[in-house]
């Protein structure tokens, strides 16, 4: 067990535990019709702090991150600081007008995926980390590629598992190796790994070798000044692949308690015999035709209750760095795409199913068109009454006394 020695001047905040109205703005959404109405009603919404996305039928469209953030010096919070100083004390909120925020953007379409939301040109610190920017950037991608889309595009979108950080550096990888070295197995290896389109699907073998040799390369980068990965100190995905592909000769490829002079080709050399013999443990084979992304890397979805055994493992395509950002134990859980109109349609998909009873026949059998990113129409009842052949039970809820 680690153990923290905290000044006793040393005190903690949170913004979440202060007062706040968030119900107010989930009640004022409900009758929002505008994008102006919509701006008003989150602005109650302090904590957590949210990505709101407003669109209306007018063709107005709006981001708004919205919460409570505090004014700090950049880099402050990451360390634990005295409690006792003046100086490490917050000073005072961020006005919410200030808040990150676009409007019916030129570009013609907003996007969000948890990355940073500002640049550093933005006055303010917001905090840390954000999110990796490589699916923002793969769905701005495909947003650029078409002037309209139909709700079949946008569903497709949704299952899109292009990885850019191996679709950017895999010549790289692959050019830094030495095919004269290789015995048969490793090079028809290395073959998948150049052929490969970059995409994270079930059956990828490339897929799975790419992303231990991607991973492996990073620790043996970072390895020798940052031993210790669980502190949080060590550069980026996106510091590390910038240093890849501009500066392969890097000192930060070195490592200093060698004589040798090391560069990202002899660092990536190691990861891949390193990645080789992962994918053997693995696997159990040095075969790379019978590798497969999908159960190198099983996607579980637990019990909501975090019972034993009531929670499913099966194969699924996704990256955390895809758009289908499967981490496999941790994803996209609702999938949707909506339509606006007078009348509204939408489809949508989660993992799991309409039920929570493990007895009932409903209580996975959403696992599978979630695999598959098959989204369902989405019934919209507009009164208690409305037909609808699918509808198997109604629940009226009255006061205590009530006659119902």
């Given at each position: 067990m680690k153990t923290f020695a905290v000044p006793v001047g040393a005190a903690m905040r949170w913004a979440a535990l202060d007062p706040?109205?968030?119900l107010r703005s989930f009640l004022l959404l409900n009758k929002a019709s505008t994008v102006e109405e919509c701006r008003?009603?989150?602005d109650a919404f302090v904590t957590p702090a949210q990505n709101f996305?407003?669109?209306?039928?007018?063709?107005?469209t709006g981001i708004f991150q919205m919460g409570r953030f505090p004014v700090r010096w950049r880099g402050q919070g990451r360390m634990i600081l005295d409690g006792s100083s003046a100086a490490d004390e917050w000073a005072g909120w961020i006005p919410g007008e200030q808040n990150p925020m676009i409007r019916n953007p030129e570009r013609g379409f907003l996007s969000s995926a948890n990355q940073a939301p500002a640049d550093r040109a933005?006055?303010?610190?917001?905090?840390?980390?954000?999110e990796e920017p490589f699916r923002s950037s793969r769905i701005n991608e495909l947003l650029r590629a078409k002037q309209k889309f139909s709700p079949q595009d946008l569903i497709a979108m949704q299952g899109d598992t292009l990885l850019i950080p191996a679709r950017d550096t895999k010549k790289l990888f692959v050019a830094a190796i030495d095919r004269s070295t290789l015995n048969e197995s490793e090079a028809a290896a290395l073959k998948l790994v150049e052929q490969w389109d970059s995409k994270f699907t079930e059956e990828s073998g490339a897929g799975a070798?790419?992303?231990?040799w991607l991973n492996r390369t990073s620790q043996i980068m970072w390895m020798s000044r940052f031993p210790d990965p669980v502190n949080y100190l060590r550069p980026s995905l996106q510091v590390t692949l910038d240093l890849i592909v501009r500066e392969p000769q890097s000192k930060w490829f070195d490592d200093p308690k060698t004589e040798k002079k090391e560069s990202f080709a002899d660092v990536a050399r190691r990861g891949f015999k390193t990645a080789l013999s992962d994918m053997n443990d693995v696997t159990g084979t040095s075969d790379s035709s019978k590798w497969k992304w999908g159960e190198v890397r099983p996607t579980r979805v637990d019990h909501i209750g975090r019972l034993p055994g009531f929670g499913n493992s099966f194969s699924a395509p996704g990256h955390e760095f895809a758009i289908f950002a499967n981490k496999g134990g941790h994803g996209p859980v609702w999938k949707v795409v909506v339509a606006v109109g007078p009348k509204p349609k939408a489809w949508s998909i989660y993992p799991g199913g309409q039920s929570g009873d493990p007895l009932s026949p409903h209580y996975d059998d959403f696992l599978?068109?979630?695999?598959?990113?098959?989204?369902k129409e989405v019934r919209f009842l507009e009164k208690s009454t409305s037909d609808d052949d699918r509808k198997k039970m109604t629940l009226t809820l009255?006061?205590?006394?009530?006659?119902k």
């Open positions: 706040s109205n968030e008003t009603a989150i996305l407003c669109v209306d039928n007018r063709g107005q933005y006055p303010h610190y917001l905090g840390w980390p954000f070798l790419f992303n231990a599978e068109p979630w695999r598959k990113n098959e989204l009255a006061p205590k006394g009530g006659s």
